[in-house]
């Protein structure tokens, strides 16, 4: 375990090095490079910037007009009979459109109820088994301008489900 601690502390001044050095051999201007790649990043920001912006804020009106409480609460009626903790239903909703929105709903279910509570555990596995589909569809396809999307939905929906079982599944078997 020391050897890998001791990789992972020199591997990205590495890495650094080497495109750097890389790039020198090849007698590129290593630093033109770069400042055109931050460039063209930065106007990806800017492109992305409306969608980021427009997310965020809905996912702040749902939390604060308290509709996903009652979203989760009615889900969870039925959750609940199934073995799925309705606590972790507007966690499941919300992280499909904002990470860092999900975080203040972990950080609510960790003052409840733990970090290392059986809820706890589930949400932290949770966070780690499922994706922000709809921000990561809106952002990438945005920036490649793909229009026809065909099972990308379907298939994020359904691993982000099997992400959500699997989590509750996994932490009832710690």
């Not at 952002?139 to 490649?144: E, G």
Request: net charge positive; with cysteine; charged share 15%.
């Amino acid at each position: 375990m020391g050897f890998l601690v001791y990789i992972s502390n020199y591997i990205i001044p590495v890495v650094i090095f080497y495109i750097v050095g890389f790039g020198l051999l090849m007698k590129k201007n290593v630093y033109e490079e770069f400042t055109k790649g931050a460039a063209d990043g930065f106007k990806t920001v800017i492109k992305i910037m409306p969608t980021l912006v427009g997310l965020m804020v809905a996912v702040g009106i749902l939390r604060a007009s308290g509709f996903l409480d009652f979203l989760g609460n009615m889900i969870g009626l039925v959750t609940d009979r199934i073995g799925f903790p309705s606590q972790l239903v507007p966690l499941v909703i919300v992280r499909m459109f904002s990470s860092s929105a999900a975080t203040g709903l972990i950080l609510d279910i960790f003052k409840e109820y733990g970090p290392d509570s059986l809820l706890g555990t589930m949400t932290s596995i949770m966070m780690s088994c499922t994706e922000t589909i709809f921000y990561t569809l809106s952002v990438y396809f945005m920036t490649a301008k793909v229009k026809k999307t065909r099972y990308t939905l379907t298939g994020a929906l359904l691993a982000t489900l099997v992400g959500a079982i699997v989590s509750v599944i996994l932490a009832n078997m710690m």
